[in-house]
């Protein structure tokens, strides 16, 4: 089914959103979403949905999407519609980002489910084998309703016109998806469906938690972590040991599945730890180190090396002389090879394989001198648990990448590395040991290389039943899903034939493997699947569980019984005289911090009052409660006492007056009056003219408001009628002039009015449960100036002041200083403080960038001079509010700045083999030859009157020589490379005949069907009318000064069109060439075919880098 794309979405260049599918996490983070498109086409079909079907989305005017996202039209494969999401730009990454998405998730009934297998692929329109295709699988959730590829394909080869994915600007999108069902993931109880329980997953925890169930696995293992001295003193949370054996503890005795939160903060690590994707093999290692460090000394000391400890022997053996030297070293595990192997033996083949050291190698043997050698690996001893890694991932030179190797790979239910006469070991080795070995584990890796999922198949006692170990779930599976389905490779698909869908097979590569495995040796069975009970639990350790496990089941039972409970909280004026001012400052009271009573909701209110006689010791008759309401304008105040029929019914009848739900919450306020003698009295009868009203007293000088009483007062009254007693409340004299306001309201702003003294409270609208904020006059000509001389002026204050940490742009990730500003600050209000507190004298060199509150990094644009119009709209993402901003400092003011265009030229030396980044600034109305003349001034050049251009590269092409009068305002040099060289003299005195052509250096890549690769620093080369390769590549050797053993391997070819034309040194070139200026698809080039000896980036210093590959620390 093919349809169009329909208009982009209009968005804001500054757009960002969470990334669906993000390389720091496990899965897709919830996500702003633009609203659905209609599905009228696909809704009108009469075919009945296939369970897999293709869907191809042509995407016309490509480049000039504005959008950050786009959604394709709704298609529907297994009765489910969908959708492909793309981000034609990258999603903060510079690749195209694209995922699959339920497309009526919003919609959908709690917690829906479905399993979809399926790829996405990029079209290449020159060559269909060129396509680029990745597959995976996912269960789609509320939680994760889109899923995909952040790092799709990279952006420089989707928009290269050359590489034939974007051809007349179109862009084709191909989906396959196949719909699996599920079994209800919710109802499956895996303790009671298999005797085990599976492990929550933190975020992107599975990678973990796969692990954890494998060592746990391993009773002898799991004794010994049980043996590891801890005391009641030690907490979980920063004692490994103790955390450990909490986890296994529960493992073994819970009903439900178990957390590891415990375990990660033991590790030391924080929450961003714990949603990176680590590699379990560095776990493995970074764990297994800790514990048999914090074994030394105990009696489970060198459990570790008994476990899991085997020994190989390096060697190197002269052919002609009698010379051999050896090297003993330990394993914890051994990582095979799976590329070119068919299967576990091969791998051991290869592992043990002979070098030959010889030739230009040879081995250097001490008395002896180079010698030929063999060298290889023998192995000593294997260990009773022999961990296997299997390198699924690896890393691809050609590429510069990391690269998942889904292949075939077999592994068999059992090992023989005594096979073929003991070929795998050493000549010291023991052969008294059988090395049969059961397999006991599987850990599968199902995703790509950018983030994926992982789980594990195991069998506990080595029986033939298998279980599968997926986070919180546990299931029961056969031989066949643990092993033949975990080797990797392809399988096809054929979907039904449907009239409207592309119904050729497609083929999937497996993408869940096999990524780890591990042995047990058969002979060591008996010892190391032992029996592990309550015995080897120390006794703290039990009692500290069981503890846990009463407290959590009371918790349960708690939230079982909640329907038969209201929660009543409790607000007395001692809260209101313990928060107002410092934990808040508008309404009363933050009814979370008062105390509560969980009360049946059968029992009659006026047994609680006796509860609250006996916790207060306020007797029942002089207790009157108050129900609070919710005002129309946000705010929440006491509204009307309970009368004497509400005070006979059971409390489940009571209901808050703004509140028609049978809310398991009742809030009330306790009105207590007391006489002279500080003792409780009868509470006044409350008639219709009475008017409960509450006070707050502002002090200017000390910036300080506090609660300080409440009084009754009459409708009719006035307040120049309260004057004595408010300010015997506040401690003034009894004349002391003093000013009244009410406090309104505080969302989404303060209202705060002056209250007229001579007005009838009635006349100022004031009802009970209002607030009177009072203050002592300001003296005229005292001279004191104070910040906010007046409660209005406080009350804004408090409302808009907003900590703001700022983070140096260059440190993204620390704090360095906080400043308190208003959210009403204006741009220049909040830079001026910032270069105050930096010590600058001039705030527009201080340039701001907001935070991203999804990706916890800067956006990517800077704010602009003046782009916003308060701090708060520096501070919002989405709907999310953030306190932090990043600065820099510029070497000269914003506004000057952003008149300016930047500009990064790579200048190449005529005569040095170097190239010097400059950055050119120049007015955006500038044109190229501004720019030329303004790097004539900055470069060194072959001589005086040299002459400069300004070349295009993109992808080691050169796309464009820049006319000196064209505008530098459009030119982008964020993809492209802007270099900047000499013209050389023979370009200048061209005669008619003469040929200016491209030269571009290129390899042919294996991985990629042997397309074709360019590479390093292409140039323009004069050709001359009848003249031969043969002396086109003189000058071609001189100009570039290779040596002529390396040169003599270089090939020469025609290209146009991405294909090679080899050529003989015969040929005459420039008859190849009849077309002039030719770029993009239709470029034609010479071609200098050899392999690329420029030096590497070394991959930790690659910027690329994957969130699995961050180092793994454990640091406790």
Known sequence: MTLMTPPPLDQQEDDEMLVPHNDLVDGPQPMEVAPAETASAVDAQSVDDPPSARFTWTIDSFSRLNSKKLYSDIFVVGGYKWRILIFPKGNNVDHLSMYLDVADSATLPYGWSRYAQFSLSVVNQIHQKYSIRKDTQHQFNARESDWGFTSFMPLGELYDPGRGYLVNDTCIVEADVAVRRVIDYWSHDSKKETGYVGLKNQGATCYMNSLLQTLYHIPYFRKAVYHMPTTENDMPSGSIPLALQSLFYKLQYSDTSVATKELTKSFGWDTYDSFMQHDVQELNRVLCEKLEDKMKGTVVEGTIQQLFEGHHMNYIECINVDYKSTRKESFYDLQLDVKGCRDVYASFDKYVEVERLEGDNKYHAEQHGLQDARKGVLFIDFPPVLQLQLKRFEYDFMRDTMVKINDRYEFPLQLDLDREDGKYLSPEADRSVRNLYMLHSVLVHSGGVHGGHYYAYIRPTLADQWFKFDDERVTKEDVKRALEEQYGGEEEQLPQTNPGFNNSPFKFTKYSNAYMLVYIRESDKEKIICNV????????????????????????????????????????????????????????????????????????????????????????????????????????????????????????????????????????????????????????????????????????????????????????????????????????????????????????????????????????????????????????????????????????????????????????????????????????????????????????????????????????????????????????????????????????????????????????????????????????????????????????????????????????????????????????????????????????????????????????????????????????????????????????????????????????????????????????????????????????????????????????????????????????
């Open 533 to 1116: 009970d309550e015995k080897d639990i120390a006794e703290h350790l039990r009692i500290r569980l069981k503890k846990e496990q009463e407290e959590k089941e009371q918790k349960r039972k708690e939230k079982a019984e909640a329907h038969l409970y209201t929660i009543i909280k409790v607000a007395r004026n001692e809260d209101l005289l313990e928060q107002i001012g410092k934990d808040i400052y508008f309404d009363l009271v933050d009814h979370d911090k008062v105390r509560s009573f969980r009360i049946q909701k059968q029992m009659p209110f006026n047994l609680f009052k006796e509860e609250v006689a006996k916790e207060y010791g306020i007797p029942v008759q002089f207790q009157r409660f108050w129900l609070w309401a919710k005002r129309q304008n946000h705010t929440y105040r006491p509204n009307r006492p309970l009368t004497p029929q509400e005070e006979a019914q059971s409390v489940g009848q009571l209901r808050e007056v703004s509140n028609k739900a049978n809310n398991a919450e009742l809030k009330l306020f306790l009105e207590v009056e007391f006489g002279q003698d500080l003792r409780p009295i009868p509470p006044p009868e409350k008639t219709k003219e009475d008017i409960l009203l509450f006070f707050k007293l502002y002090d200017p000088s000390k910036e300080e408001l506090r609660f300080v009483g409440r009084l009754f007062v009459k409708g009719i009254g006035k307040p120049v009628e309260i004057l004595t007693k408010l300010n015997k409340m506040a401690g003034f004299s009894s004349d002391q002039e003093i000013e009244l306001y009410e406090e309104i309201k505080f969302e989404p702003n303060v209202m705060c009015e002056h209250i007229d003294k001579k007005l009838t409270f009635r006349a100022s609208q004031l009802e009970d449960g209002d607030i009177i904020c009072f203050q002592k006059c300001p003296q005229v000509g005292s001279g004191a100036q104070h910040r906010y001389p007046d409660v209005p002026s406080f009350l804004e204050y408090v409302h808009n002041r907003q900590v703001v940490r700022f983070r140096s742009l260059e440190k993204p990730k620390e704090d360095e200083f906080c400043l308190e500003l208003s959210k009403l600050h204006n741009y220049d209000d909040v830079v001026e403080r910032v270069a105050h507190h930096l010590g600058f004298d001039d705030p527009s060199k201080i340039r701001l960038t907001s935070h991203n509150c999804y990706s916890q990094q800067p956006k990517p644009q800077p704010i602009k001079y003046r782009g916003v119009d308060h701090l708060s709209d520096m501070l919002v993402h989405y709907n999310q509010t953030s306190d932090i901003l990043y600065y820099e400092v510029l070497d000269i003011p914003l506004p000057e700045l952003q008149g300016l265009k930047t500009l990064k030229v790579a200048f190449h030396h005529a005569n040095k083999d170097e190239v010097v980044i400059h950055t050119i600034r120049l007015p955006k109305q500038s044109t190229v030859g501004d720019v030329i003349n303004d790097l004539k001034t900055k470069v060194e050049l072959s001589h005086p009157s040299a002459e400069l251009r300004l070349l295009e590269v993109f992808y080691h092409k050169i796309y464009k020589i820049f006319p000196h009068n064209e505008k530098i305002e459009n030119i982008n040099d964020q993809y492209w490379t802007l270099r900047a060289e000499e013209i050389p003299e023979e370009e200048k005195n061209l005669v008619p005949n003469d040929r200016l052509i491209h030269v571009y250096h290129f390899m042919k890549d294996p991985a990629q069907n042997q397309q074709v690769q360019n590479f390093g620093e292409p140039f323009f080369l004069v050709i001359h009318e009848g003249e031969t390769l043969a002396e086109v590549k003189v000058r071609i050797q001189k100009k570039l000064q290779v040596p002529d053993e390396e040169f003599a391997k270089w090939k020469f070819a025609f290209l146009s069109l991405g294909r090679p034309e080899y050529l003989q040194d015969s040929d005459i070139v420039s008859s190849r060439f009849q077309r002039r200026d030719v770029y993009g698809a239709w470029e034609q080039y010479l071609g200098l075919e050899h392999s690329d000896n420029a030096p590497k980036r070394s991959f930790a210093a690659n910027q690329n880098r994957h969130t699995f590959e961050k180092p793994v620390k454990i640091y406790n």
